[in-house]
């Protein structure tokens, strides 16, 4: 059973990162690509945001696992042939616990390792590119306001990096607004930072109190496009970024650092335990609620629904203990309460398979016998 759970298990959680990998994958191209960016950086960013889409699906997977593999045994009668020889639904448990502890594993070295490293090297490349010129200057046929009151446009690029067609507005100072366009331009780097060499090209000057235009044709014109660039230094780290260890023992100085609150500091820590055990609470369920209907003729729907519905309920749950421990860090316990209603839950739909109820004979059917 434990092996006809993982294969299941993996079959599972590809369909369903798939699912959410072309989701983001999606609007990752429309966000890079179209802001002119290669497909490398697109490929990058996609991988360092996949440990979290797994993230996401393993405890949906093992509940789809759980819940396929016992209902084809309950279809087959294999359960009904283990149980007649005297096997009880605590013994037939046992393999669904180790698949969940198994997948509570792989979910653990998700959360406490590859998901605040992947997710913090993912900000540090938006960050890197946020301010490349590539990406908020150099894309053909589109007008870009890199930053509020200029207003950028390029024509055509060629091979070699020429820029044809170049139009630029600067409305930054509110007494004039400066238009320059230009045949070709060029972008180059020196010591002071980024500049464009427009050549062959017309500034025009409107000066926006007395409606005065002024024209003046130029040769070559060089203009500082550095604060049109300008990254935004150093973000701000996250606690989703942070090891557990940091936000465990040094919760005050990681809540600082974020500037967050501890009791957001110690979600985040708790939280990461509590979804490795949700991937045991939803195996469990999954099996449990099917197990209380033994085998019947007209399907299982009405208790796979059921056992939705009791996931629904944890996840409830999960959302009404958030606030109030991001509120008071002191109430971080109540982060493990999701996976205590998931494990009772489970527990009692297990007794109930095990003490079926038996329909009493009537004393004339005794009679007759």
């Keep these: 059973m434990l092996s006809q759970l993982m294969v299941l298990f993996g079959f599972f959680s590809l369909v369903l990162v798939s699912v959410y990998w072309v989701n983001r994958a999606v609007i990752l191209f429309d966000r890079l690509i179209a802001d002119g960016h290669s497909a490398g950086v697109f490929l990058e960013f996609t991988a360092l945001s996949l440990p979290n889409v797994?993230?996401?699906?393993?405890?949906?997977?093992?509940f789809a696992a759980a819940v396929y593999v016992?209902?084809?045994?309950?279809?087959?009668?294999?359960l009904t042939v283990v149980q007649a020889t005297g096997y009880s639904p605590w013994?037939?448990?046992?393999?669904?616990v180790m698949f969940g502890l198994v997948i509570a594993l792989m979910m653990s070295v998700l959360t406490h390792f590859l998901v605040p490293v992947s997710l913090g090297q993912l900000r540090e490349?938006?960050?890197?590119?946020?301010?490349?010129?590539?990406?908020?200057?150099?894309?053909?046929?589109?007008?870009?306001?890199p930053i509020r009151s200029v207003t950028f446009y390029i024509g055509d690029i060629s091979a070699d990096g020429e820029l044809s067609d170049v139009y630029l507005s600067d409305r930054r100072q509110p007494d004039r607004s400066v238009t320059y366009t230009a045949e070709r331009a060029y972008l180059v780097r020196d010591d002071a930072g980024p500049r464009l060499?427009?050549?062959?090209?017309?500034?025009?000057?409107?000066?926006?109190?007395?409606?005065?235009?002024?024209?003046?044709?130029?040769?070559?014109?060089?203009?500082d496009i550095s604060a049109l660039i300008q990254q935004s230094g150093t973000p701000?780290?996250?606690?989703?970024?942070?090891?557990?260890?940091?936000?465990?023992?040094?919760?005050?100085?990681?809540a600082a650092a974020a500037k967050d609150t501890t009791g957001e500091v110690l979600?985040?820590?708790?939280?990461?335990?509590?979804?490795?055990?949700?991937?045991?609470v939803a195996a469990l369920i999954g099996f449990a609620t099917l197990l209380i209907g033994g085998f019947s003729r007209f399907g299982v729907t009405?208790?796979?629904?059921?056992?939705?519905?009791?996931?629904?309920?944890?996840?409830?749950?999960?959302?009404?203990?958030?606030?109030?421990?991001?509120?008071?860090?002191?109430?971080?316990?109540?982060?493990?309460?999701?996976?205590?209603?998931?494990?009772?839950?489970?527990?009692?739909l297990l007794h109930i398979a095990s003490r079926p109820f038996k329909r009493r004979r009537s004393p004339t059917r005794e009679a007759a016998a």
């Excluded at 490349?125 to 306001?145: D, K, M, N, P, Q």
């Excluded at 780290?237 to 005050?252: I, N, W």
Aim: one cysteine or more; a positive charge; glycine letters at 6%.
């Design 54 to 62: 797994i993230r996401m699906v393993l405890p949906m997977a093992s």
């Design 70 to 78: 016992t209902n084809r045994m309950t279809s087959d009668s294999e």
């Design 91 to 96: 013994r037939l448990a046992r393999p669904v």
């Design 125 to 145: 490349r938006e960050t890197e590119i946020s301010g490349s010129v590539s990406a908020r200057l150099l894309r053909e046929g589109v007008f870009l306001h």
């Design 197 to 223: 060499v427009m050549v062959s090209g017309l500034a025009q000057t409107l000066n926006t109190e007395t409606r005065r235009l002024s024209t003046t044709n130029f040769r070559d014109f060089s203009y």
């Design 236 to 254: 701000t780290p996250r606690v989703k970024h942070m090891s557990t260890f940091d936000l465990l023992t040094r919760t005050e100085d990681m």
């Design 267 to 280: 979600e985040e820590a708790h939280g990461r335990f509590q979804q490795a055990l949700l991937c045991i």
């Design 302 to 348: 009405r208790l796979i629904v059921l056992a939705i519905f009791l996931l629904v309920v944890i996840k409830l749950a999960e959302s009404a203990v958030t606030d109030p421990v991001r509120s008071n860090g002191a109430l971080w316990p109540l982060i493990y309460l999701p996976s205590a209603v998931g494990l009772f839950l489970g527990g009692g």
